[in-house]
């Protein structure tokens, strides 16, 4: 599911014969993904180029894209129109010709011929059609405003002029060039991507949504707020294979957000907890969706780098969310589940170890012995697989195994498209240099300054998030802003990650907050109520992201002695900033003492040791002053 939720505007068809249709087409999109990752052929003696693949998956991905998405929110949900099939049959024609022809294309490719000139044209009419129907008009008119700049740049004064296209080598370009939609963005999705949704899919389809689910009970049901910490460690555990925040919602607020209210949680504070909980997801390590595999592309390091380096602040935004959560369930009483509705944690580990193994295995394949996170995904698919056949009910039966081929052939759909339209903003900012004149421009509107810098590009994330997936809005930042942030100083990973944060808090932040809309429909809130407690709940990503710019030691970068002396820091400030947020303690505190305590926790996160080790001091004394008075009280 993608981070606006495409699926659920998708065609709900009541015609046997078409449902087979999409069935069919998710099927062999996951088919010839997998012979993609598997490298199948080799065992046969032939060989492909890889464009050849991605031509294949693009034209089924466009052709399913029309076959499951209607045009208008009028057009029928229960068929396929005739100039669907038409628009699905011409979709598939344009990557068929790329897998067809690609080794001829390759020898002529600086030819440009009225043949491929209309292929192109059409091609991208396609990838803006799509993307018009799966996630709206914001992200085909940023798509629209890059190809008139390539096209018509020589009109600009100053800086951003150029050099304009012409129409015909501008849609060879975008069609065939592995700049664009044929490289890099197109190996990840196909590639990688691909490889953690079927495990994600396969996970699901043999029970693992309810052996996480009832593992977050087993853990955090029986104490204070239990509900509420079901839901940060549910989400959490969701979340990193998904890496979609609207999907996250949906799946676990579905059993949590019910259970908060029954327990006590105002609505509008059980669906803040719910949509910061299932955000932070995708900055969960080990998986993190589909952006970090592409991050790890764009940074060229191994993917286990960006894991390691997003992990302690991935941490902090759960510490942070967790203890807000319980001192909002002190402050309104309000008490775990009663001892015989939570499972004992040793029965769910030993009738769940099913799920343990396969991803046990998934972090050794990764972290252990350094494979590549597609065999390693593949990998641990595999020994779900097998393990799975030691328990009845957890056995992949082919029912389940189509279904999970189906699953993430849809899902694919999405995923492709989003890649196709990234691919073309990408190609256009290599094709004219764009991204270099972008970063000369924000550097000088900053004047110098990088906190003005940091700002300028944490508010350009969000709003591009609030209209497109964190993927399109990560990849367009990546190529325009990050090379900037990089200029003035900062480490290649903190830029990138700092893009991230910001793309993904899109999500809680008003006014088009995505994840609050949908908790806010499961809860039956007021959706901007809810956005302003899903921002006090998810401060700490807002801070932290400033503050490991500031200090790399939270990337892990450094000596150990530093890195642990930022962490902890860094943890004793953000309890600090939750006590002054919320208010209470064992107690209510009073506003004297607030303020100089989140004064205190804002000095504990300076880079500055001295400075940083006085904030915490402070933080600790006058947490302490309030452990004891209401003792004594």
Request: aromatic share 10%.
């Given at each position: 599911m993608s981070d606006d939720g495409g699926i659920e505007r998708g065609r709900t068809l009541s015609r046997p014969a078409e449902r087979e249709l999409v069935r069919v087409v998710a099927v062999l999109i996951a088919l010839v993904a997998l012979s993609y990752v598997l490298d199948i052929f080799i065992s046969f003696d032939i060989t492909f180029y890889k464009e050849q693949f991605f031509g294949l998956l693009y034209g089924l991905v466009f052709a399913g894209g029309f076959l499951v998405f209607p045009a208008t929110k009028g057009a029928p949900r229960d068929r396929i129109a005739l100039y669907d099939y038409v628009l699905a049959s011409l979709g598939l024609a344009i990557g068929l010709y790329v897998f067809i022809a690609y080794p001829a294309i390759v020898l002529t490719a600086g030819i440009i011929t009225p043949f491929k000139t209309a292929l192109g044209a059409i091609a991208v009419l396609i990838i803006l059609e799509l993307t018009r129907r799966i996630f709206g008009w914001p992200l085909v008119i940023l798509a629209a405003i890059f190809i008139l700049y390539a096209k018509f740049n020589y009109m600009l004064p100053g800086p951003l002029g150029g050099r304009g296209k012409d129409w015909a080598r501008l849609a060879v370009y975008l069609y065939l060039d592995t700049n664009s939609m044929l490289g890099l963005i197109a190996a990840v999705v196909f590639g990688m991507v691909f490889a953690f949704i079927l495990f994600g899919r396969v996970l699901f389809a043999t029970g693992g949504a309810d052996f996480f689910t009832d593992l977050s009970m087993a853990l955090m049901g029986r104490w204070r707020g239990g509900p509420a910490k079901v839901a940060v460690v549910a989400s959490s555990l969701f979340g990193t294979l998904s890496g979609s925040a609207s999907s996250n919602v949906v799946i676990t607020g579905s059993i949590t957000i019910p259970m908060m209210t029954r327990i006590g949680y105002r609505p509008s504070v059980a669906a803040a907890v719910e949509s910061v909980a299932s955000s932070g997801g995708g900055l969960m390590p080990p998986i993190m969706g589909a952006t970090a595999f592409i991050m790890a592309e764009f940074l060229s390091v191994p993917y286990r780098e960006v894991v390691i380096a997003a992990l302690l602040p991935a941490v902090l935004y759960y510490v942070s969310l967790f203890l807000q959560v319980d001192l909002e369930a002190a402050k309104a009483g309000i008490r775990g589940f009663a001892g015989d509705r939570i499972p004992r944690l040793f029965a769910v580990l030993l009738r769940g170890w099913v799920f343990v193994a396969p991803l046990a295995l998934l972090v050794y394949c990764l972290f252990v012995i350094f494979l590549s996170p597609s065999k390693s995904a593949m990998i641990a698919t595999a020994a779900l697989v097998v393990v799975g056949f030691a328990r009845r009910e957890t056995w992949l039966t082919p029912r389940r195994a189509i279904a999970s081929l189906d699953d993430t052939g849809r899902l694919l759909i999405e995923i492709g498209v989003i890649g196709a339209v990234a691919a073309i903003v990408v190609g256009i900012v290599n094709?004219?240099?764009?991204?270099?004149?972008?970063?000369?421009?924000?550097?000088?509107?900053?004047?110098?300054?990088?906190?003005?810098?940091?700002?300028?590009?944490?508010?350009?994330?969000?709003?591009?998030?609030?209209?497109?997936?964190?993927?399109?809005?990560?990849?367009?930042?990546?190529?325009?802003?990050?090379?900037?942030?990089?200029?003035?100083?900062?480490?290649?990973?903190?830029?990138?990650?700092?893009i991230f944060y910001f793309a993904i808090l899109s999500f809680i932040t008003p006014p088009v907050c995505v994840a609050v809309y949908i908790a806010s429909a499961i809860a039956r809130s007021k959706p901007m109520e809810t956005a302003v407690h899903a921002m006090k709940l998810g401060i700490v990503a807002y801070v932290v992201p400033f503050v490991f710019v500031a200090d790399a030691a939270l990337l892990m970068e450094g000596a150990p002695a530093n890195i642990a002396l930022a962490f902890v820091t860094a943890v004793i400030g953000f309890i600090g900033l939750a006590i002054a947020l919320q208010g209470y303690y064992t107690r209510a505190v009073p506003w004297f003492v607030r303020v100089p305590l989140a004064a205190a926790a804002i000095l504990a996160l300076v880079d500055i040791v001295e400075v940083r080790v006085a904030g915490a001091v402070a933080v600790l004394v006058l947490v302490g002053w309030q452990h004891v008075a209401a003792a004594r009280a």
């Amino acid at each position: 599911m993608s981070d606006d939720g495409g699926i659920e505007r998708g065609r709900t068809l009541s015609r046997p014969a078409e449902r087979e249709l999409v069935r069919v087409v998710a099927v062999l999109i996951a088919l010839v993904a997998l012979s993609y990752v598997l490298d199948i052929f080799i065992s046969f003696d032939i060989t492909f180029y890889k464009e050849q693949f991605f031509g294949l998956l693009y034209g089924l991905v466009f052709a399913g894209g029309f076959l499951v998405f209607p045009a208008t929110k009028g057009a029928p949900r229960d068929r396929i129109a005739l100039y669907d099939y038409v628009l699905a049959s011409l979709g598939l024609a344009i990557g068929l010709y790329v897998f067809i022809a690609y080794p001829a294309i390759v020898l002529t490719a600086g030819i440009i011929t009225p043949f491929k000139t209309a292929l192109g044209a059409i091609a991208v009419l396609i990838i803006l059609e799509l993307t018009r129907r799966i996630f709206g008009w914001p992200l085909v008119i940023l798509a629209a405003i890059f190809i008139l700049y390539a096209k018509f740049n020589y009109m600009l004064p100053g800086p951003l002029g150029g050099r304009g296209k012409d129409w015909a080598r501008l849609a060879v370009y975008l069609y065939l060039d592995t700049n664009s939609m044929l490289g890099l963005i197109a190996a990840v999705v196909f590639g990688m991507v691909f490889a953690f949704i079927l495990f994600g899919r396969v996970l699901f389809a043999t029970g693992g949504a309810d052996f996480f689910t009832d593992l977050s009970m087993a853990l955090m049901g029986r104490w204070r707020g239990g509900p509420a910490k079901v839901a940060v460690v549910a989400s959490s555990l969701f979340g990193t294979l998904s890496g979609s925040a609207s999907s996250n919602v949906v799946i676990t607020g579905s059993i949590t957000i019910p259970m908060m209210t029954r327990i006590g949680y105002r609505p509008s504070v059980a669906a803040a907890v719910e949509s910061v909980a299932s955000s932070g997801g995708g900055l969960m390590p080990p998986i993190m969706g589909a952006t970090a595999f592409i991050m790890a592309e764009f940074l060229s390091v191994p993917y286990r780098e960006v894991v390691i380096a997003a992990l302690l602040p991935a941490v902090l935004y759960y510490v942070s969310l967790f203890l807000q959560v319980d001192l909002e369930a002190a402050k309104a009483g309000i008490r775990g589940f009663a001892g015989d509705r939570i499972p004992r944690l040793f029965a769910v580990l030993l009738r769940g170890w099913v799920f343990v193994a396969p991803l046990a295995l998934l972090v050794y394949c990764l972290f252990v012995i350094f494979l590549s996170p597609s065999k390693s995904a593949m990998i641990a698919t595999a020994a779900l697989v097998v393990v799975g056949f030691a328990r009845r009910e957890t056995w992949l039966t082919p029912r389940r195994a189509i279904a999970s081929l189906d699953d993430t052939g849809r899902l694919l759909i999405e995923i492709g498209v989003i890649g196709a339209v990234a691919a073309i903003v990408v190609g256009i900012v290599n094709l004219t240099g764009l991204g270099l004149v972008f970063s000369q421009i924000l550097l000088s509107v900053s004047g110098g300054s990088l906190h003005l810098l940091l700002l300028l590009t944490a508010a350009a994330s969000i709003v591009l998030g609030m209209s497109m997936p964190v993927t399109a809005s990560y990849i367009i930042l990546a190529v325009l802003a990050a090379p900037a942030l990089v200029e003035a100083g900062v480490p290649e990973m903190a830029a990138h990650l700092f893009i991230f944060y910001f793309a993904i808090l899109s999500f809680i932040t008003p006014p088009v907050c995505v994840a609050v809309y949908i908790a806010s429909a499961i809860a039956r809130s007021k959706p901007m109520e809810t956005a302003v407690h899903a921002m006090k709940l998810g401060i700490v990503a807002y801070v932290v992201p400033f503050v490991f710019v500031a200090d790399a030691a939270l990337l892990m970068e450094g000596a150990p002695a530093n890195i642990a002396l930022a962490f902890v820091t860094a943890v004793i400030g953000f309890i600090g900033l939750a006590i002054a947020l919320q208010g209470y303690y064992t107690r209510a505190v009073p506003w004297f003492v607030r303020v100089p305590l989140a004064a205190a926790a804002i000095l504990a996160l300076v880079d500055i040791v001295e400075v940083r080790v006085a904030g915490a001091v402070a933080v600790l004394v006058l947490v302490g002053w309030q452990h004891v008075a209401a003792a004594r009280a």
